[in-house]
């Protein structure tokens, strides 16, 4: 009965895909462990059920001394039973060990979750909101610290990493499966964190290239206006900036060099190159009058051929 | 002397003082130890019910489609566990077939220390009562396992909870003080015997001792774990340095280095009870062998060295986590010891079925199910893969359900007929005991399996492919009521016809 029930249900869990050079392994593990306790129950239950139909039987009561053949039995039960368990540890171990290993020239990614969800940084700086991985190449994940303790669980890579409450770590994963999986932190569901989910895109052959070069901005050979103009694009800016003098979250850049601005501490400020790429990194120090501190800095994360061609961006749509 | 045909002698004597005594009140204040379980039958059943109806209402929300309101989930799921962790699994086998099995298994007329028993059970009574408020007025939400960070800045006024459980650690100290002291003296010479060796003493008298060991000495460490917290959130001091990296860890350790040895702790208990209706069953002694007591001897070790299979991979050094491993997987070991052991005394020789022989043989299969599946969360890569998911929940509950309530149902039908002096309705308890026997699979395979989906557990939310495997779950819950509630109205029933077939007599 629970048996069908356990086959029945397999092929439903079948269903999830097996998507990293982990999957395999775990998968080796949780079947050999799987098919022994199948067989164990099966046969605890074989036992159960040979009981009750032989009771009342007419033979005589037993003294609960077992004979020497049912005693070697047991001896040889428990020693088998400890081989199995030294068997159990050697093979976790070598996984185990394959899991704890970051392998030489893995590509860094920074995972930090906090209160608006998971974040991805990527080493050219560009912050991204879903895990862009490769397919056939080691990622090295750091966890970043963060105030509640998380795990970093995607089913589909059979990886779950706990992270400690204010403390880091380092994991890695090798996707095999290209694909959009699930990413969740299993922990604390009670938390801001609850169960924060992101997907997790692994990119086919060649991808992950084409996903980085765009996201590591436009080629800086440009002319500086066409430069500025796909930074703009690229980076973000549109969410909160126009380019058709509507006012949004932040103030549209057409016109916007035409004249003088109020600063919300009533100073007025003369809209010139350094006015700009002061507001690009370190957007708070000098905030418009009727717009709120919002904007996130860009300091180091654009270089500075790109803030160039920003500003003749801007410029060029008086 | 105590073997179980001996036993019937005992309880003839203790019925015919019982009945002195028994009819006046509940017995709030009773120094007899049989009166007093049943006053904590009556609160445990109390608590099983309430227990066992949010277990269905947690395994409901998730596939009726209802909109989750996460909080209200998180509040049921905590108090679930509290009630039935801390006023059921845990003090349920002691309390009550503590109370009325080991006096007669060595031969005494009650505990040794009848006062102090008493004030185990109002300590006991006292932890129940705080729940109910906690239930009523403010139930907590951090997870009967006290989850920090969170359970230090939970605002849902989880110290009516914190209370109980102290009160529930002090009646577990009494209560295995009490099991030991009842066991030392029993050897002493007196009323025309002579004073008995250990050898003489019955394996289930080992097993009640060695969960009362257990119980007693992990509860001072609950308390260290609640007060730590008891502190932390009133401020007075940075007890598990919240601000400090690691918190979350520090506690957890606290937590589980109590936690695992209670768990062991109620399986000791479990294994006394039914080796008793084993050897009861095929009509023999119960005699403790120098490998079954070496079995016991090594559960209290490995219960208390285990612990740290409850931090697996969450920052100790790797030496750390393959010990931890290992020790988690070789309490396998003498465990299986017993079980084969007595599979092979049972097939030797002639039984007396009956409904607590088939609830002991399904305690047996449930333990090598429960035990296999924790092999998979000590196991490394799988360890890490199924921590906090809904494989854990299963495991903990193929144990507690499937072991330890099935234990407590094998020692009540086992007892039933001296302590509530009525005759067992064998077809009614059979069919309770196949239901609870397929319930409990067909409500935590399922559980397992979604545990390998990634399904996070303590989440009303579930992940892509969850439905059909949480619908089962469902059902088997649904079934698992059925069952509980099924064993104790044949129990009752079983009490309520034989005394209206006596009032029928004294009419005629």
């Not at chain 1, 428990?78 to 070598?94: C, E, I, R």
């Not at chain 1, 509507?246 to 006015?275: I, M, W």
């Not at chain 2, 399986?267 to 050897?279: G, K, P, Q, R």
């Amino acid at each position: 009965m629970n048996t069908l029930l356990l086959l029945a249900a397999t092929t439903d869990a079948a269903s999830l895909p097996s998507a990293s050079t982990f999957a395999p392994a775990v998968d080796q593990t949780f079947l050999l462990a799987a098919w022994f306790a199948v067989f164990l129950v099966v046969l605890a239950t074989g036992a159960m059920l040979l009981v009750l139909a032989g009771g009342r039987s007419s033979a005589p009561a037993g003294t609960g001394v077992l004979g020497s053949g049912a005693r070697r039995v047991v001896q040889s039960g428990v020693l088998v039973s400890v081989l199995l368990v030294a068997g159990f540890l050697v093979h976790g171990a070598f996984v185990w060990a394959d899991l704890q290993v970051v392998p030489r020239g893995a590509l860094p990614v920074q995972v930090a979750l906090g209160d608006k969800g998971w974040s991805f940084t990527y080493p050219n700086g560009y912050v991204a909101t879903e895990l862009h991985l490769p397919i056939d190449r080691p990622v090295k994940l750091r966890f970043q610290a963060a105030r509640e303790p998380y795990t970093f669980s995607v089913p589909a890579f059979r990886l779950q990493v706990p992270v400690a409450q204010g403390e880091k770590r380092d994991a890695w994963v090798q996707a095999t499966l290209a694909g959009e999986y699930e990413l969740f932190s299993t922990l604390r569901p009670a938390s801001p964190f609850a169960l924060a989910t992101a997907q997790t895109v692994v990119h086919a052959e060649g991808g992950y290239d084409k996903w980085y070069q765009d996201i590591s901005g436009p080629p800086l050979d440009l002319p500086p206006v066409e430069l500025g103009q796909r930074s703009y694009q690229m980076r973000g800016c549109t969410q909160c900036h126009t380019v058709d003098g509507t006012k949004l979250v932040g103030p549209s850049f057409k016109g916007f060099l035409a004249r003088e601005h109020k600063l919300t501490d009533g100073q007025v400020v003369e809209p010139n190159d350094a006015y700009i790429q002061e507001s690009i990194e370190d957007p708070t120090a000098k905030v418009l009058a009727g717009f709120e501190p919002v904007m996130p800095s860009f300091k180091g994360r654009l270089p500075e051929p790109e803030i160039k061609g920003l500003i003749a961006y801007i410029k060029s749509l008086q | 002397m105590s073997s179980s045909t001996d036993i019937g002698v005992a309880k003839a004597g203790s019925a015919a003082r019982a009945s002195e005594t028994t009819e006046t009140g509940l017995g709030l204040f009773t120094l007899d130890s049989n009166r007093l379980a049943r006053m904590y039958a009556l609160v445990m059943g109390l608590a099983l019910v309430a227990g066992i109806f949010l277990a269905f209402g947690l395994a409901l929300q998730p596939v009726s489609g209802a909109p989750a309101d996460p909080e209200a989930y998180r509040r049921m799921y905590t108090m679930h566990g509290l009630a039935l962790v801390f006023l059921v699994a845990l003090p349920a086998i002691p309390g009550v077939l503590g109370n009325v099995m080991l006096p007669r298994l060595v031969g005494e007329e009650g505990m040794a220390w009848p006062r102090l028993n008493l004030l185990a059970f109002h300590l006991f009574a006292t932890g129940a009562l705080l729940f109910l408020v906690a239930f009523l007025a403010a139930p907590a939400d951090t997870g009967w396992s006290l989850e920090v960070p969170f359970a230090i800045s939970s605002t849902s006024g989880i110290a009516w909870s914190l209370a109980a459980m102290l009160s529930l650690a002090c009646s577990f100290v009494c209560s295995g003080a009490n099991v030991i002291a009842t066991v030392v003296q029993s050897r002493r010479a007196g009323d025309g015997r002579a004073a008995r060796s250990w050898s003489e003493l019955p394996f289930s008298a080992w097993a009640f001792s060695a969960a009362a060991f257990v119980q007693a000495l992990a509860a001072p460490i609950l308390v260290v774990a609640l007060v730590l917290l008891f502190a932390q959130r009133s401020g007075a001091a940075d007890a598990i340095g919240a601000s400090t990296p690691g918190a979350d860890l520090r506690f957890d350790t606290w937590f589980w280095t109590w936690g695992h040895p209670a768990f062991g702790a109620m399986l000791l208990a479990a294994l006394a009870v039914v080796s008793e209706v084993f050897a009861s069953s095929a009509g023999r002694k119960n005699t403790a062998t120098v490998g079954s007591v070496s079995a016991l001897a090594a559960i209290v070790v490995l219960s208390f060295a285990g612990a740290g299979v409850h931090v697996l991979g969450r920052g100790a050094s790797a030496g750390d986590d393959a010990g931890a491993s290992a020790l988690g997987l070789l309490t396998g070991v003498p465990f299986a010891y017993l079980v084969t052991t007595w599979l092979f005394q049972l097939a030797g020789g002639a039984l007396r079925v009956t409904t607590g022989l088939a609830y002991g043989l399904v305690f047996l299969v449930m333990l090598c199910a429960g035990g296999m599946a924790g092999v998979f969360l000590v196991l490394p890569p799988t360890a890490a893969y199924l921590q906090n998911t809904c494989f854990a929940t299963a495991q903990f509950h193929y144990l507690a359900v499937g072991a330890a309530l099935v234990a407590l149902l094998a020692g009540v039908y086992h007892v039933w007929p001296s302590w509530a002096r009525a005759t067992v309705r064998e077809g009614g308890g059979m069919l309770a005991c196949f239901l609870l026997f397929i319930g409990v699979h067909i409500a935590f395979v399922p559980t397992l399996l979604l545990g390998y989906l990634g399904q996070p557990r303590r989440t009303g939310a579930l992940v892509a492919g969850a439905d059909d495997l949480a619908l089962w779950s469902a059902v088997g819950s649904a079934l698992v009521i059925v069952a509980v509630v099924l064993a104790g109205w044949n129990l009752l029933a079983s009490v309520l016809y034989s005394a209206s077939d006596e009032a029928g007599k004294d009419g005629a």
